[in-house]
Structure formats: structure tokens, C-alpha cells
Nanobody, 122 residues
Framework: QVQLVESGGGLVQAGGSLRLSCAASGLTFSYPVVGWFRQAPGEERTFVATINYIFGSTNYADSVKGRFTISRDNTANKVYLQMDRLEPTDTGNYYC???????????????WGQGTQVTVSS
């Protein structure tokens, strides 16, 4: 019933920008939090940013503060991740996920998208 689909990934030079989109369907108010996570090959999936799409409150990983912005368009049922001043360490597969609480641990999120690849070259 619930479906999350990421898009917007690609290959960019260091210092460039990308905007990722997470299109959600079938999501209820029981799961008001949408988070972005990323995973590089051979590494653990780590928290990037999260938003409560009802109240608009946000939270960011220290590594992306000042560079990334998470936002939502409730009319379009989408959550965005604007990524500026990208660095090679930002490279990874980016996933959006929905859950009941605004936390940073991936295990707390219930629904996941398939991911979109972001590659930042130096």
C-alpha cells in the first residue's frame, strides 16, 4: 500500500548541486516522518536528514549541515533533499524512508524506497 520512490540522483562534480525527490503514496498520519539515508559500498547506512511533514520540523546529520536542505510539498506528496556544495564523501545510494518518530536510526523507519545513486567526482 505504501510506496516511496526516489529520483534525482546522478553524477556531479565536487562543489555541484543535486535535488533528490521522494514521492510518497499511501502514507498516513501514523507515519509523519520522512528521512533520507545514504549508503556507500561496503559501509553502513547512515542518517542524512529527516522532516516531520506535518509540522515542518527538520534535523540534519552534522556532516551535511549548511549544505543540504530537506523540505516537503504536501500538495505534491513529495519530500525533497536539496544538496549543495557536494563533496566526494557524499557519494552513495540515497534512500528515503517513512516512520512514526523523528529519529536518526534506520531501524526505526518502516517503509523504504529503492534508492537513487549519487556520485560526486573530485
Amino acid at each position: 500500500q505504501v510506496q516511496l520512490v526516489e529520483s534525482g540522483g546522478g553524477l556531479v562534480q565536487a562543489g555541484g548541486s543535486l535535488r533528490l525527490s521522494c514521492a510518497a503514496s499511501g502514507l498516513t498520519f501514523s507515519y509523519p516522518v520522512v528521512g533520507w539515508f545514504r549508503q556507500a559500498p561496503g559501509e553502513e547506512r547512515t542518517f542524512v536528514a529527516t522532516i516531520n511533514y506535518i509540522f515542518g520540523s527538520t534535523n540534519y546529520a552534522d556532516s551535511v549541515k549548511g549544505r543540504f536542505t530537506i523540505s516537503r510539498d504536501n500538495t505534491a506528496n513529495k519530500v525533497y533533499l536539496q544538496m549543495d556544495r557536494l563533496e566526494p564523501t557524499d557519494t552513495g545510494n540515497y534512500y528515503c524512508a517513512a516512520g512514526p518518530r523523528m529519529v536518526t536510526t534506520s531501524s526505526a523507519y518502516v517503509f523504504w524506497g529503492q534508492g537513487t545513486q549519487v556520485t560526486v567526482s573530485s
